[in-house]
């Protein structure tokens, strides 16, 4: 019976120390994954389970990390992407309407029509609710609720309380005595050829120039079709480098930025304080949160060596990058940097998601610095090589910055371009490229003037 109840103690014991085991395992792969606002979380949840931990906040962000460059946000636009152009400010939609709602003479009815067509607006400020929808929910007339709206249509900012971008458009072209003649006109009745610059249609239509639909598209890109998000009351997300790139002479030094990660600090004040009361049930405890404040020193430190050796093999492998401005990113996989590092490539990924580093040319996402290849043709005065497809939409972003407007690049004139500094991409793949940049077709960019 007692060796029966020894096997099964120890088996207990085992299996005990394998989940712990698992536990713990599955922690340190989350930190290392964690970004540093999600580690601070994590670590002040663990703080509050476990009396023994003291959490020391990092040095608070600061605006100078703001600027962040990713090799997904490059847009590649101009004004003629008016749709996606938005202000800033603090205050709350709903706030300001109701605000300029104070200075109206109006019914309760006519009050709590317009509250509940103020709450039925979304973000951008346009109406999400039918008008007869709120008429059926409020026990009114379809036409008391036109009516409501229409006032709250000419509250600021213009534009608020429209049911689709059109309607935003022409809501604030009513108020412009700026507004080019036809204005209304061409929004009103050739909204979709106008958004996809189908101007020589337009001017067909109405018996215009294409030059005055071009000075309408010029005063429509002043407009701003999102007229709610200006009072979007989210605050700016500050990014904090969780790696500074330092430059001494013509070496790089990577270096992790313990200033802003949080730090443990054992209480043991309290440990002795509790150590002193000599109960076993004290002392498994003490010893259970004194591990796991062990482990998870170790698991930080860790986290701050991987991502400090991966960040020490991107700046080996695009050295060039971060020594010479106007340089091209080298192609970059996360399974060259695993081999390197001796690590698995989802340990590289882990270490890389969420994580930035701050250069002399700004701060950057780790993913930033990998990308595909494509073939370089070799030449007399060249080897063959690679070149990583960041570097391909760097050289499309510039090719369309500086093209005429008035003649603007096809993608097979750009893939000649590319072709003669011996780099070979298919049209398919320019298409592809100017789609992530948000770059529209060449004949959505043609001016006529």
């Not at 049930?281 to 062990?294: S, Y």
């Not at 972003?397 to 993608?411: G, Y």
């Amino acid at each position: 019976m007692r060796l029966e109840s020894n096997f099964v103690q120890k088996q207990q014991q085992t299996q005990s120390m394998k989940l712990a085991m698992t536990q713990q395992l599955s922690q340190s792969i989350a930190m290392l994954q964690f970004n540093m606002e999600d580690l601070t979380a994590f670590l002040e949840e663990k703080a509050l389970e476990n009396p023994l931990i003291e959490i020391v906040p990092g040095v608070d962000m600061a605006p100078d990390y703001t600027t962040i460059r990713k090799n997904n946000n490059a847009t590649g636009t101009d004004a003629t992407d008016w749709l996606e152009q938005i202000a800033d400010t603090t205050m709350t939609l709903a706030d300001a309407l109701k605000e300029q709602m104070q200075f109206l003479d109006m019914t309760s009815q006519q009050k709590l029509i317009l509250l509940f067509l103020i709450e039925s607006l979304d973000d951008n400020g346009y109406l999400q609710t039918d008008v007869d929808v709120v008429a059926s929910a409020l026990l009114a007339s379809e036409g008391d609720v036109l009516e409501m709206l229409e006032v709250l249509q000419g509250f600021e900012p213009a534009g608020v309380g429209a049911r689709d971008a059109k309607e935003c458009i022409l809501l604030q072209i009513e108020r412009k005595e700026d507004a080019p003649l036809h204005a209304y006109d061409v929004i009103r009745d050739y909204f979709e050829d106008f958004a996809n610059k189908r101007w020589k249609r337009i001017a067909d239509g109405l018996g215009m120039n294409v030059l005055a639909i071009q000075d309408i598209a010029d005063f429509v890109v002043t407009l701003n079709p999102k007229p709610g998000a200006e009072f979007e009351s989210d605050q700016v997300q500050y990014v904090v480098p969780d790696l500074i790139l330092h430059h001494v002479g013509n070496e790089l030094q990577v270096s992790v930025a313990k200033q802003f990660l949080p730090r443990m600090q054992f209480q043991e004040a309290y440990f002795q304080m509790m150590q002193a009361t000599q109960e076993k049930d004290v002392a498994a405890f003490l010893k259970d949160k004194a591990g796991e404040f062990d482990w998870l020193k170790k698991g930080l430190e860790q986290r701050e060596s991987t991502i400090g050796r991966v960040g020490e093999a991107i700046v080996r492998h695009q050295k060039d990058f971060f020594l010479h401005e106007g340089k091209h990113l080298q192609p970059l996989t996360l399974k060259e940097i695993a081999e390197e590092i001796d690590v698995h490539e989802s340990t590289v990924s882990r270490a890389v998601n969420g994580k930035y580093m701050e250069t002399a040319h700004g701060v950057y996402e780790l993913k930033y610095f990998f990308s595909s290849s494509l073939t370089k043709k070799a030449t007399e005065e060249s080897d063959a090589g690679d070149v990583s497809s960041q570097s391909i939409k760097n050289l499309i972003q510039q090719f369309v910055s500086n093209e005429n407007k008035l003649k603007p690049l096809s993608d097979q004139k750009i893939v000649e371009m590319l072709d003669e500094q011996d780099i070979q991409v298919s049209r398919r793949a320019i298409a592809k490229y100017r789609g992530e940049l948000n770059i529209p077709s060449s004949s959505k960019r043609k001016r006529f003037a």
